[in-house]
Nanobody, 126 residues
Framework: QVQLVESGGGSVQAGGSLRLSCVASAYTGSMNCMGWFRQAPGNEREEVAAIYTHSGSTLYADSVKGRFTISQDSAKNTVYQQMNSLQPEDTAMYYC???????????????????WGQGTQVTVSS
C-alpha cells in the first residue's frame, strides 16, 4: 500500500501562483504514472496533469495547459504541480494519484489509478 500526502494548497487572488507537492511513501520510480486531479463542488473529479515517471513525459488538460506544470523529484519521492495565472475556476480540492493500472497516465476512469491522497484545497478569489 502506498500513501500519498498532498500539501501546498491555500487561498490566492486571481493571477496568483501556488505549488502543490505530493509525497509518496514509496519510490515514485516504482510507479508508472503520477497524476493530479481536481474536484470542485458539484463537479466530477477531473485529471489536470500527469507524468510518466520513467520518461518524464507529461500530459495536461486543455484548461490548464500553459499555466500548470507537473514535475517530479524521484530522490524525494515527490511530485509537484506548479500552478500559475490561477483563476477562480481553478478553485477545487486537488488530489494526487499514483500508479496507473492500464499503464496509460491519462485516466479513462478514476479506478485506473491505484493510490490516492486525501487532497489539498485551492481557493482562488477574483
Amino acid at each position: 500500500q502506498v500513501q500519498l500526502v498532498e500539501s501546498g494548497g491555500g487561498s490566492v487572488q486571481a493571477g496568483g501562483s501556488l505549488r502543490l507537492s505530493c509525497v509518496a511513501s514509496a519510490y515514485t520510480g516504482s510507479m508508472n504514472c503520477m497524476g493530479w486531479f481536481r474536484q470542485a463542488p458539484g463537479n466530477e473529479r477531473e485529471e489536470v496533469a500527469a507524468i510518466y515517471t520513467h520518461s518524464g513525459s507529461t500530459l495536461y488538460a486543455d484548461s490548464v495547459k500553459g499555466r500548470f506544470t507537473i514535475s517530479q523529484d524521484s530522490a524525494k519521492n515527490t511530485v509537484y504541480q506548479q500552478m500559475n495565472s490561477l483563476q477562480p475556476e481553478d478553485t477545487a480540492m486537488y488530489y494526487c494519484a499514483a500508479d496507473s493500472k492500464s499503464g496509460y497516465c491519462w485516466a479513462s476512469d478514476l479506478g485506473d489509478y491505484a493510490y490516492w491522497g486525501q487532497g489539498t484545497q485551492v481557493t482562488v478569489s477574483s
